[in-house]
Nanobody
Framework: VQLQASGGGLVQAGGSLRLSCKATGLNFRINTMYWYRQAPGKEREWVASITSGGTTNYSDSVKGRFTISRDNVRSTVFLQMDSLKPEDIGVYYC?????????WGQGTLVTVSS
């Protein structure tokens, strides 16, 4: 299983970014996919998830600003991030729990300038 995340960058507060995570080596369409983030000096935290059926969940800190979606044909999960704030700064990771272990992408850095 490999997860390849991309789309991070530097954006001004109030701006938007769209993260992508391409998954290979698994039956993508049947798995719940997750986004996590890790801010400098803090523990990794869950951000959003999407089930195989398209049900989404969000942490309270991003609800109403971020949107998770998936493309089962391209085996890709997305995270649309709008109204970005400085507190959204961090490395964003995609994740899939599979066969009793967690698989992680390499992370993509999001920086928000105030």
């Amino acid at each position: 299983v490999q997860l390849q995340a991309s789309g991070g960058g530097l954006v001004q507060a109030g701006g938007s970014l769209r993260l992508s995570c391409k998954a290979t080596g698994l039956n993508f369409r049947i798995n719940t996919m997750y986004w996590y983030r890790q801010a400098p000096g803090k523990e990794r935290e869950w951000v959003a998830s999407i089930t195989s059926g398209g049900t989404t969940n969000y942490s309270d800190s991003v609800k109403g600003r971020f949107t998770i979606s998936r493309d089962n044909v391209r085996s890709t999960v997305f995270l649309q991030m709008d109204s970005l704030k400085p507190e959204d700064i961090g490395v964003y990771y995609c994740n899939v729990p599979l066969r009793a272990r967690d698989y992680w992408g390499q992370g993509t850095l999001v920086t928000v300038s105030s």
